[in-house]
């Protein structure tokens, strides 16, 4: 038996992933060219694409992208195109993101164009892709070889995601002085995670010396702990910065004394259109500091100083400093501690603010006297808000009533956020009423836990469905009853979609009444109510 048994050599097969299908090819193209006409943040800074235009550049970068991955897999036959795969998507991708910094670009005959010098060559470099990771010299060198090109054309660098030891800042250093003159954008953030103090104060002084006397328009030191160590160690290259447009100081460990000495080394901020400080241990005296910035930045469009431990003396100080800036378009300083005080300071500057587009006021302790100070001062205001979100400020029905007038004036809104506040069905059902006229662009409503029942619900259901742009309406952690469920659903049935997940929601909450929600006393009375609201509109 064992003399007549045969054996055969393992079956090797191969899996060839290049060159992609037709189909495939096409699905990138139509990838891109969503991406390419969806708002964005982009779109807001440099214009958003005609689907016309769009269809037309994403069938050139689907094209040059192919090309240079395809020239690549013909030097390695033998390869299975994996990494083909991998430059194809990559590059796509990398000239995608320069058509959107492009924005709208016509020819004389008014076709969309690709410049196919950019295109070949590219002004970003970028090396933040893939894992988080520590780079070594010898990395370094591989890294940045492309920045050595005497021919290439990059204007904007992002080390992001790399974490730079001092033997590859050497690498680096010369590299950053040869090009310097030319770059007009460096992310720096996140790059010397995970490095102990010394070493990473160190590097920050090198790249810092390397880039000393670049005219930048962008820097992004975000997400780097630098606190006001850090901030000082990059002395030299925000010292020579004067015509700064966008600066993100982000998740850095930004204390009062770093606020300071941010304040004291950037000589001018007078063309500073975004400044962004999120997630930092500011304070009060530190938001005092920053103060000082936003009054010496009539410019600034974008603000965000969100979780950044600020409370009612910060708050009053950023308010005022803000009332400066009349060109606002986005106003971001959730989750800090402002308390009433400060948000009526700040329903003061909210007039001095025509063009804007976007409010984020969450978790500031703002109660019913606050959050009613902004929305009648909102009201009288901002006429293309597109974004309010007041969410978790301890705001009851008697604050909704505000609200609602304030809200029944934006005809632009798109997303309004007002959860886990006291609203109840009084305050949701002033709201709901405010909606029901105009607001095509409304797409998103989040009133979750704010101890909503049937009739709140049901109501607002009924208005948000016939919006023909809506998209999302978040009721969840409220105490709708399951009859309350069954007919949100029901008004829901023709767009499920439309319909958050209620997982959350109590039909036995604290505010259940069981003897009432049998006999519907309390629904009936909130609708008898409805024939006598009226939401003021301003002609």
Known sequence: MDSAAQTFPPRVMSIKLWPPSQSTRFMLIERIIKNLTTPSIFSRKYGLLSK?????????VEDIAFATANQHFEKEPDGDGSSAVQIYAKESSRLMLDILKRGPVLKEDGEAIISERAAAKGTVFDISGGRRAFIDAEEAKELLEPLKDPGNLFTKICFSNRSFGLDAARVAEPILMSIKDRLTEVDLSDFIAGRPEGEALEVVNIFSSALEGCDLRSLDLSNNAMGEKGVRA????????????????????ISEEAARAICELIPSTDKLRILQFHNNMTGDEGAIAISEIVKGSPALEDFRCSSTRVGSEGGVALAEAIGTCTHLKKLDLRDNMFGVEAGIALSKSISAFPGLTEIYLSYLNLEDEGAEALANALKDSAPSLEVLEMAGNDITAKGAASIAACVATKQFLSKLYLAENE????????????LQDGHGQLSEVDVSANSIRRAGARFLAQILVQKPGFKLLNINGNYISEEGIDEVKDIFKNSPSMLGPLDENDPEGEDYDEDAEENGDHDDELESKLKGLDIKRDE
């Open 52 to 60: 016309e235009e769009a269809e037309e550049d994403a069938k050139k």
């Open 234 to 253: 990059f002395g030299s290259l925000l010292k020579s910065q004067k015509h700064l447009e966008e600066l993100y100081l982000m998740n850095d460990g």
């Open 423 to 434: 609203l109840k069905d009084d305050g949701v059902i002033l709201i709901s009423k405010a």
